[in-house]
């Protein structure tokens, strides 16, 4: 019977090795955002210094690891088999769980995620108990839970999302009133002070309070405790007399040197604070068969009251697991997506939003507008002059090439979510709390982009969406979590080490399928053509790049219609539905680029030229839209009229529709291959057929009406059919003019060589 749980063993050690994987691609966005947002230093020094502050972490988390053993359920009510039921429960629906949220690029929390895998696995486990009980009710499921500490764990977790969003907002708006947006201008005194504060917070919750559990403490432990009010002032005044060394001598940008540390910092409390998700339930189990094996007793009578005990990590377990980590942090594609996430919602300039707003996002921000005035009221105006005066962003003057990518937010505000988010995650670190890092990480920048008014009434509404997108997915997470992992226990202790290996088997393919999906789509976005604006000064570069643009709808359009006309003639309601979300993507790339028709406009010069580029584009972009527009709804409505179950169009109309799209598809493939190439010379040519196929068109129409007077007997089909026929000639109108377009402004460019 042993080997059994010597083979689930060796299934939590590969579960934990996946688990590290798949929860450093989530959590990377916690500790990377800051540094890559800011651009202080290369993506590859961010990662090198990220790499040695995991690695330290994790040696120094053993501490934690007590969290997976006592922190949810009472182990002395569980026997052996029933506490490795659970443990096999809770890893496998945390590899799921954590890959799906990887998968979809949003940040989730592997805290609240154990949390509630250990809390549902350990109740359905209980209740299986209870249920086997003659003497146990429902009012017994207290003495299975460790229900206090539970909710400290679970309020605590919740509270950060307040305490993180407020400390990094109030933080963030004294350092902007310190600071402005001119660091450069300030004193250098003021800055070593501001690095002294800074480095000495992080030094003394990181390496001293975040040393607390190791088996390094007790080395140094005299020197530290009942000395820290010293250890604060001297660190502090030596880190501001290094810092004025710094900035004096060497000329440094002392934010900088605070976002490396920042970084650094944040990396190791991340791996000190978030490494028994990972890892904490596979050690918990070896500690459980360890104490098993030498018992004797049967592994349904041995009681796990041994995991109350204090019980000390090897370190070379930790060092593999840092070890993992950091291969992973280097190596780990989806952590990008992820990552992405976190930056534009934080992000200090306007751009495309992610999210869409919603009822929630539009009450809040009217709600802060309404507390603005109010503000405005209550102030002096000269008070309130002053402050405006600290958030006046500079202007920077982008070089003719438009090459220069401004950062997404400065490194004043860079140092600021780094500084509390480091103090915050190790003060819960201290407390034995596993606060969850990307709770307070993600609600730290959310509350310094607040404070720093990077949320403006163009954008807030989007942004405020996209936060409560992103918390709504963490309460997601718990709920799933619970459910999930409590559903696995109990096909587990049906089924034992039969519904393992099939939990097993349904984990590689669910992973080998999202590898493989993920992959797929990075080289499809690799090599696909998106539809985006490059940035353009002169006409002629207006005409080359809008010609891609050009070519690309032509190109998808063709093949979108075509699909239209095969699935409508076949009733095919699942193509159908298919080819309408290709549709809808080419519209919202299409408004996307019509979204940055601002910033085209102004960052050209006030020229003559660039005012011809710019109408000339405005032009170009609205006749594409009326293309896209024109296929979306004739496959609007093709799926309507298929999914409401009405007659199938008649043969004639059919054929008709086939010749139509057979000649519309020829004039494509003539505008994608000219424009593709930026050969111009055939536009009179394809403007007389684009006048032939609405001859035809219209010719359509009149068939229909004529068969409307004889033989025609669905309204619904006259509708869809006339619908199609009218949206086609509005299409194939809109490629005259935009042919026209070019033709008129190609004649103008000839002239002038």
Avoid: C
Wanted: glycine share 6%.
């Amino acid at each position: 019977m042993g080997d059994i749980y010597i083979l689930m063993l060796v299934a939590l050690v590969v579960l934990a090795v996946i688990d590290l994987v798949v929860g450093v691609s989530n959590d990377a966005v916690n500790f990377l955002n800051s540094a890559i947002g800011s651009k202080a230093v290369s993506v590859k020094w961010i990662l090198v210094i990220a790499s040695l502050g995991v690695a330290i972490g994790a040696i120094t988390s053993s501490g934690m690891m007590e969290v997976a053993r006592k922190g949810i359920f009472n182990p002395s009510e569980f026997y052996f088999n029933e506490i490795m039921f659970i443990f096999m429960a809770v890893m496998i629906t945390d590899i799921l769980l954590l890959d799906v949220f990887n998968s979809l690029g949003m940040p989730t929390s592997t805290t609240v995620s154990i949390v509630f895998e250990l809390l549902g696995a350990a109740v359905a486990m209980a209740l299986i108990k209870i249920s086997n009980s003659d003497t146990e009710t429902i009012s017994n499921l207290g003495k299975y839970i460790n229900s206090e500490k539970a909710l400290l764990i679970i309020t605590g977790i919740l509270l950060s999302v307040f305490i993180a969003f407020t400390i990094g907002a109030i933080v963030q708006f004294i350092s902007r009133l310190l600071y402005s947006f001119h660091f450069e201008k300030s004193k250098n005194y003021v800055n070593a002070l501001f690095g002294g504060f800074a480095i000495t917070a992080i030094t003394y919750f990181i390496f001293v309070k975040g040393m607390k559990g190791t088996p390094f403490y007790d080395s140094f432990k005299h020197l530290i405790e009942g000395n820290t009010f010293q250890i604060i002032l001297y660190g502090f005044v030596g880190w501001t007399i290094l810092s004025q060394l710094v900035i004096s001598i060497f000329k440094a940008n002392i934010l900088k040197f605070i976002i490396i540390i920042g970084t650094f910092s944040l990396a190791m409390a991340f791996a000190g604070n978030d490494l028994v998700n990972f890892i904490g339930v596979p050690i918990a189990a070896w500690n459980s068969y360890q104490e098993w094996s030498v018992s004797g007793v049967p592994a349904n009578e041995f009681s796990m009251g041994v995991l109350a005990e204090k019980v000390q990590t090897q370190p070379v377990l930790l060092f593999i697991a840092g070890l993992i980590m950091v291969i992973t942090l280097w190596f780990s594609k989806k952590a990008q997506s992820v990552i992405e996430t976190g930056i534009n919602l934080s992000r200090q300039g306007e751009g495309h939003e992610k999210f869409q707003s919603n009822a929630a996002s539009r009450t809040v921000v009217r709600g802060a507008i309404i507390f603005n005035e109010v503000i405005i009221k209550v102030f002096p105006p000269k008070t309130l002059q002053w402050i405006d005066s600290k958030f006046q962003k500079p202007v920077i003057d982008l070089p003719k090439d438009k090459s220069y990518e401004l950062p997404a937010f400065d490194m004043v505000r860079a140092s600021v979510n780094l500084v509390v988010a480091g103090i915050l995650i190790s003060v819960g670190t201290s407390l034995k709390l596993p606060l969850s890092t990307t709770y307070v990480t993600f609600m730290v920048a959310m509350g310094t982009s607040l404070a720093d008014r990077a949320w403006g009434r163009e954008s807030a509404v989007f942004r405020v969406a996209g936060v409560f997108n992103v918390i709504g997915g963490w309460f997601l997470t718990a709920l799933s979590a619970f459910t999930v992992a409590a559903v696995f226990a109990y096909i587990i202790y049906l089924g034992e080490i039969v519904s393992i290996a099939i939990l097993l088997i349904l984990v590689l393919f669910l992973l080998g399928r999202s590898t493989v999906r993920h992959t797929r789509k990075a080289k499809e976005k690799k090599e696909k053509k998106y539809i985006k604006r490059a940035e353009l000064i002169t006409i002629k570069e207006v005409i080359k790049e809008s010609s891609d643009h050009i070519s690309e709808v032509v190109r998808r359009s063709n093949k979108l219609f075509t699909n239209v006309v095969v699935d409508l003639s076949s009733h095919d309601l699942n193509k159908l539905s298919k080819t309408g979300k290709h549709v809808k993507k080419l519209n919202i790339e299409m408004d996307e680029l019509r979204d940055e028709v601002f910033y085209f406009i102004k960052s050209l010069d006030d020229t003559t030229s660039s005012i011809k580029a710019s109408r000339f584009y405005l032009l170009v972009l609205g006749y594409l839209q009326d293309v896209t527009q024109s296929i979306e709804f004739i496959s609007a409505t093709s799926f309507k009229h298929v999914n409401n179950n009405h007659k199938n169009l008649k043969k004639p109309q059919i054929a008709d529709l086939k010749v139509i799209n057979e000649m519309l598809s020829s004039l494509f493939n003539e505008i994608e291959n000219d424009f593709s190439k930026k050969d111009f010379n055939n536009l009179s040519k394809m403007v007389e057929e684009i006048q032939q196929l609405i001859n035809h068109v219209s010719d359509s129409i009149d068939k229909q009406i004529a068969r409307i007077r004889t033989e025609e007997t669905s309204p619904k089909n006259t509708t869809l059919y006339f619908g199609i026929l009218l949206e086609t000639k509005d299409l194939v109108t809109a490629l005259m003019s935009l042919l026209q377009l070019y033709q008129e402004f190609h004649i103008q460019e000839e002239e002038t060589k």
